[in-house]
């Protein structure tokens, strides 16, 4: 029973991060979307918290940890920095209407879904069927990435799509060996260094965080 | 031991260097850190090539014929292009292209990226190979927009988003992997080393290696440059400084490949079906094809030979994908005879634009009058990669046409179309370049001449005659590729 | 021997319920509204009055009205009628229950609408007409909305059935269902849409460009304005009602559960009790919502009702991934 009760908060957690995902997706202003994107790493984290303690793996007490200080405070945060001292503009342009989005992220889901279904039939595990949320997170965030045209978004749709690996990694197996948790932690980390320079660094050679500057590069010349 | 000798050089040498700065003597220090590199990678050859494959650091690090020829190459390659970047570098840097933080981030960042590659090769851990791809990436992404024109930040920005990208997906076949393998091996750090995978492949849940290797195929092949997944490619290539356009032409595409055919070989065995090398022989051919025919569209000369990368990248993909000992053998010697001649010819390129100061091709003319090493270099470089004998590349293309006739016959024609288009684009671009008088706007320059004769004195060799310890060698890495 | 007539008189109840409490939960939900702006109210029971005087009025026919305006009240509030005798709002055990599902549900509400659609048009107006069109976008994205959300429902209870579905939710195992979340968040969204509420509509708004509902019924004056004025009410009062059946169905009469056990009118009271007291809680809830949102601009009003849609159908997809 006790674990019966934990799959279904971690289910219930699924469902929140799948949320948090489309809500990505839909949202225009770029404050909202750090929101968004911390939201769905403190379910992340406790997703995680809630697995480990279900099952008695301390060290998903650490990832625990370790997303929460990272996508809940220290990422957002870095780029709340960021936003407010490079001036950016607060509305998000998107390629793609968000109607259309949307249904294009349902179709993701969907696609998502059956992908995952014989890994699913074989799984014994308590957190089997939430294999498939994680990877639709990582389509939508992936889908996110392609439908905004900002430096900003692109990064929050990458983090988020981060997100997606990261619950594989916790839901599907319990989380990875600790070696490489610390190991995708610090590379995630020195990512954020590296967009928050890029960010100066496109900001001072375009003027403005707009990827629609940056289309010089073509296949021919 | 060895091992750890020589990840730390790489890692005191990147601490070292940032600290020197752009002082005189730091060029020297790149250099003697890859020397060092170099020499102890081949102190753990002969010790492979005499012991077989060993395991180190309490099953960390596991070496076999296959990824210590690799670690060879590559800290050879870093030696060579460290050699290269000292005069190179120093012309950009008293023509004002990079400046003093510029130096000392590219020395520091060059040391961390050979460790990256170092590690990801030696590592006995996926979960460490994803990590050490993935610093690869992000130790080059800054390198890439070093130059800071809106170009290169373009370009740099490009890499870092869609070898990112990709390269989540790998982690997403990591996590797969380990929950296939996780039911067999246990819980714990045990679940993701090659050696134990290997060892219980044919238990391994086929349905979820195979949805594994899909993932792995778009993470890994994004770095390898394959099409679809290879827009960032020429772009990260044409826009960093040349060094960088070598090293990561000639080894990091090779890393990236290595994880590949790894996976293929476990998944193949866990399948018991050849599903996996089929997958490769088909984003192989689309490899070849499609840049053979961008070749003819290319007026950036760094651009150019990105694209031949590609094509070549695809060959050995293409090659890995057939299996078989004589494709295997044909995709190992490939790996290594584009390694060294793609490196020299980008030594040239960069030599040939800082002349002409522009990478323009339609600028850039007469390099045999006006630098006989720069324009001869191009020449027998391109002649090498375009696949003439008596090169290397010959050779080895040869023995993959060999074995795709006996295996797949109706995929001949297809390669073999790929190969000649790139033949007739690389010779109607370089001629120009190459013959001809020297333009008013040529400068003198002296190039960094031991790296570009050492590398195609090789390829030479390799071409004519193959040693019996390197052929072995090849042989032993084949049978473990079965 | 009395039994056999129960069905009958809880049917019976029912309708009446339907009918006479309507109006009392708008008055709850003005009253709470004016209290929570600091106005004074004009009490519970206006709209009862408000209903009285308007039967007692003349009936202003425009001249070019066909008969279809004339019919229209009656249909609409017929349909409505219709449809609050099959939501089992007091008791599972209403017999017309059985004879139509969620579907013929949604149907009813439709006929409503098309009627309503119909006679703001055919006066002849152009607030008609523009009422008219609007309501149509709206329900044209509303009710696949509306559907996907309550067939979320069937799914985890396995039946389109009301009654069906309500006993299968009152009576299993407590489990947390992340569908039957989503599918309550799309279908909030879907009856502040049908029901005329703020973020799409405002029901008290008589200005011309912002209205959609009252400028379909602009033209109607006397009973026929009190009957459409009672059948909006009872739809507010219906949509409510369903929500509390499908997604907080404790306390509903007849289903065996540990509050309401009793089939019988025994269970009668104890069932009025808590709708009265969910009710109450539900018009506190369209308060907040309304207090706490701005009407939105028409244009934006196919997005509002695309994330309903979009919710709807996660908590669909969820049901399949998750439980």
């Known amino acids: 029973m006790e674990n019966g009760f934990a799959a279904q908060i971690t289910g219930v957690l699924a469902a929140l991060i799948l949320l948090t995902a489309f809500a990505l997706l839909v949202q225009r202003r770029i404050y909202g979307l750090l929101h968004i994107f911390a939201w769905q790493g403190l379910f992340l984290s406790i997703s995680a918290a809630v697995v480990g303690y279900s099952t008695g793996l301390r060290h998903l007490y650490i990832s625990s940890a370790l997303t929460l200080a990272l996508k809940v405070f220290a990422l957002p945060y870095i780029l709340y920095v960021l936003i407010h001292r490079l001036k950016i503009q607060k509305e998000v342009e998107e390629v793609v209407n968000i109607p259309t989005t949307m249904l294009i992220g349902i179709a993701l889901v969907i696609f998502s879904y059956h992908l995952t279904s014989p890994v699913r039939e074989l799984s014994t595990l308590m957190t089997r069927s939430t294999l498939a949320v994680a990877l639709a997170t990582v389509m939508l965030g992936l889908l996110m990435m392609i439908t905004r045209r900002n430096a900003v978004t692109q990064i929050i749709g990458f983090l988020s799509l981060e997100n997606g690996l990261f619950f594989a990694a916790t839901s599907a197996t319990y989380g990875m060996p600790l070696v490489v948790e610390l190991g995708v932690a610090l590379d995630i980390l020195i990512a954020a260094f590296i967009f928050g320079i890029f960010f100066f660094q496109i900001r001072t050679t375009f003027d403005s965080l707009d990827i629609k500057e940056m289309e010089k590069l073509k296949e021919e010349d | ?482 | 021997m009395t039994g056999q007539f129960y069905p009958a008189i809880i049917e019976g109840v029912q309708v009446a319920t339907v009918l006479l409490a309507a109006p009392l939960l708008v008055g709850w939900v003005r009253a709470l509204k004016c209290w929570s702006q600091g106005r004074s109210t004009a009490g519970l029971f206006q709209p009862y009055r408000d209903i009285l005087r308007l039967f007692s009025k003349d009936i202003v026919l425009a001249e070019n009205a066909s008969w279809v305006f004339r019919a229209a009240p009656y249909v609409v509030f017929g349909a409505t009628l219709m449809a609050g005798a099959i939501i089992p709002v007091i008791s599972v055990k209403a017999p017309l229950a059985a004879t139509a599902d969620v579907i013929a549900l949604v149907a009813l509400f439709a006929i409503a609408r098309f009627f309503t659609a119909l006679a703001g048009m055919d006066a002849g107006t152009a607030f008609g007409g523009m009422g008219s069109s609007r309501e149509m976008m709206v329900a044209s994205l509303a009710e696949p909305a509306l559907l996907m959300s309550v067939f979320t429902v069937s799914l985890v209870t396995r039946s389109t059935s009301i009654t069906e579905m309500v006993r299968v939710l009152s009576t299993g195992p407590f489990v947390l269902r992340p569908s039957l979340a989503f599918a309550f968040l799309s279908f909030a969204i879907i009856a502040m849409a049908e029901t005329g509420r703020v973020p799409v509509d405002n029901p008290s708004t008589h200005l011309e460009l912002t209205m959609i509902h009252e400028a379909m019924i602009l033209e109607y004056s006397g009973r026929h304005l009190a009957l459409m004025e009672w059948a909006g009410m009872m739809k507010l009062f219906l949509f409510s009602s369903l929500a509390i059946a499908l997604f907080f169905p404790w306390g509903i009469a007849g289903m065996g559960g540990w509050l309401a056990g009793t089939a019988g009118l025994a269970g009668l009271p104890a069932a009025f009790f808590f709708l009265a007291l969910k009710l109450a809680l539900a018009g506190v809830a369209i308060v907040f919502v309304e207090t706490g949102l701005a009407k939105m601009r028409i244009f934006r009003v196919p997005e509002f009702l695309g994330t309903a849609f979009i919710l709807a159908t996660l908590g669909m997809l969820s049901y399949f991934m998750l439980e």
């Open chain 2, 1 to 482: 031991m060895t091992i750890q000798i020589l990840l730390g050089v790489n890692i005191i040498g990147a601490a070292v260097l940032a600290f020197l700065g752009d002082r005189r003597l730091a060029p020297e220090v790149n250099i003697l850190c890859s020397a060092a590199t170099f020499i102890s990678s081949v102190f753990l050859a002969t010790g492979v090539y005499v012991n077989g494959p060993m395991l180190s650091g309490g099953g960390f690090f596991f070496v076999d014929s296959f990824n210590v020829y690799l670690a060879v190459l590559t800290a050879f390659v870093s030696m060579t292009t460290a050699i290269f970047s000292r005069r190179y570098m120093r012309y950009e840097r008293r023509h004002g292209r990079i400046g003093r933080a510029g130096m000392r981030f590219y020395h520091a960042m060059f040391q961390l990226f050979i460790f990256a590659m170092l590690l990801a090769l030696l590592t006995n851990n996926v979960g460490v190979l994803w990590i050490a791809m993935e610093l690869a990436t992000l130790s080059t992404v800054l390198l890439v927009s070093l130059y800071r024109t809106p170009s290169a930040v373009e370009a740099a920005w490009k890499y870092f988003i869609l070898c990112g990208v990709g390269i989540a997906q790998a982690l997403f076949g990591t996590v797969l992997l380990y929950f296939a393998a996780e039911r067999v091996v246990g819980e714990g750090t045990g679940a993701l080393l090659w050696t134990n995978l290997n060892a219980v492949a044919g238990r391994l849940e086929p349905t979820v290696l195979s949805l594994a290797f899909v993932f792995f195929m778009v993470g890994y092949g994004t770095k390898v440059g394959l099409v679809p997944l290879h827009n960032w490619l020429p772009d990260a290539h044409s826009e960093g400084p040349t060094p960088i356009s070598a090293v990561l032409s000639g080894l990091l595409l090779n890393v990236a490949l290595y994880a590949l055919v790894r996976c293929k070989v476990l998944v193949d065995g866990a399948t018991g079906s050849h599903k996996a090398g089929y997958i490769m022989m088909v984003f192989g051919l689309v490899s070849i094809i499609v840049p053979a025919f961008s070749l003819l569209r290319q007026k950036d000369i760094k651009r150019l030979f990105a694209y031949s990368s590609i094509e070549h990248m695809g060959i050995a993909t293409f090659a890995f994908g057939l299996g078989g000992p004589v494709a295997t053998f044909g995709a190992l010697l490939h790996m290594l005879v584009h390694s060294l001649t793609k490196s020299a010819i980008f030594f040239t390129a960069g030599h040939a634009s800082q002349m002409h100061s522009t990478q323009d091709m339609s600028d850039i003319k007469g390099l045999i009058r006006g630098n006989p090493l720069v324009g001869w270099g191009l020449m027998f470089g391109v002649m090498a990669i375009a696949g003439m004998p008596p090169f290397g590349v010959f050779t080895s293309e040869f023995l993959i046409l060999t074995a795709a006739m006996k295996d797949a016959p109706f995929l001949t024609p297809f390669f073999l179309l790929g190969v000649v288009v790139a033949f007739a684009a690389l010779f109607r671009k370089v001629m120009p370049m190459v013959f001809g008088a020297v333009p008013g706007n040529q400068r003198p320059l002296r190039p960094s001449h031991i790296p570009v004769i050492v590398h195609m004195v090789l390829v030479l060799i390799l071409g004519l005659y193959l040693p019996l310890f390197l052929s072995q060698w090849f042989h032993m890495a084949v049978d473990l590729l079965q």
